[in-house]
């Protein structure tokens, strides 16, 4: 149980151009699924908190215009990166957490993405 | 806010020998749990084990056991038997029991498991 499903897995995209990375619970309800950015041999960095039905919440230094977060239903959120540029170049990792808050979160599988 | 840090960058441990992570963290809330998450080389994230902070005894899921210094705010992981498989990078990350809140993670341990 608790699955995480993140698609896609991997992308190429051009400079300039938008890509939209999906997360899913597939088999409980998640009002709040946390983004990160995991730059190479680095940790994870939290980049937003996505709310269902309400405003992501952004750290500091992570442009809200770059990074649009959509929590439109209780399983799906999406992390759009408008007009990317090579540095944007990362890996995405979205959780979420399905019972007690001693579960700990899930994660989904990742995406990574290049801009050329 | 909760800082976290792993002092160790590397370790390494030969195949069945024991070795153990160092983790403290710093926050100002007194409930809260603590995890220990692996990434291997696939970069999925998996959870190695959980403590509660309210709770005394260390805990332990087979090979994995922590040694929990509430005072000290020291949350080591110890590994057993060392498998080539446990080899991957190892994040400590505190969370405070309040709502929704984020995992912090601290900037993780790479272990390499020698054959």
């Known amino acids: 149980g608790a699955v995480v499903s993140q698609h896609p897995s991997w992308v190429i995209c051009k400079s300039g151009t938008s890509v939209k990375i999906e997360c899913r619970s597939l088999?409980?309800?998640?009002?709040?699924m946390f983004w990160y950015r995991q730059f190479p041999k680095q940790s994870l960095m939290l980049m937003a908190t996505?709310?269902?039905?309400?405003?992501?919440?952004?750290e500091q230094g992570v442009e809200k215009d770059k990074f649009l977060i959509n929590h439109a239903s209780l399983t799906l959120s999406t992390l759009t990166v408008t007009s990317a540029h090579p540095e944007d170049s990362s890996f995405y990792i979205c959780?979420?957490?399905?019972?007690?808050?001693?579960?700990?979160?899930?994660f989904g599988s990742g995406t990574r993405l290049t801009v050329v | 806010a909760q800082t976290v840090t792993q002092s160790q960058p590397e370790m390494s441990v030969q195949e069945a020998e024991t070795v153990t992570l160092s983790c403290t963290y710093d926050?100002?809330?007194?409930?809260?749990?603590l995890f220990w998450y692996k990434q291997p080389p696939s970069r999925q994230m998996i959870l190695v084990i959980r403590?509660?902070?309210?709770?005394?005894q260390n805990a332990t899921e087979n090979r994995f056991s922590v040694n929990f210094q509430k005072a000290a705010k020291s949350f080591s992981l110890k590994i057993s038997d060392s498998q080539l498989g446990d080899a991957a990078m190892y994040f400590c990350?505190?969370?405070?029991?309040?709502?929704?809140?984020?995992?912090?993670f601290g900037k993780g341990t790479r272990l390499s498991v020698i054959a």
């Open positions: 088999d409980f309800q998640a009002t709040t």
């Open positions: 403590q509660e902070a309210y709770k005394q």
């Open positions: 926050t100002s809330e007194s409930d809260y749990y």
């Open positions: 996505s709310n269902e039905g309400s405003k992501a919440t952004y």
């Open positions: 990350a505190p969370r405070t029991n309040s709502g929704n809140t984020p995992l912090v």
């Open positions: 959780s979420a957490r399905r019972g007690a808050a001693n579960y700990g979160y899930t």
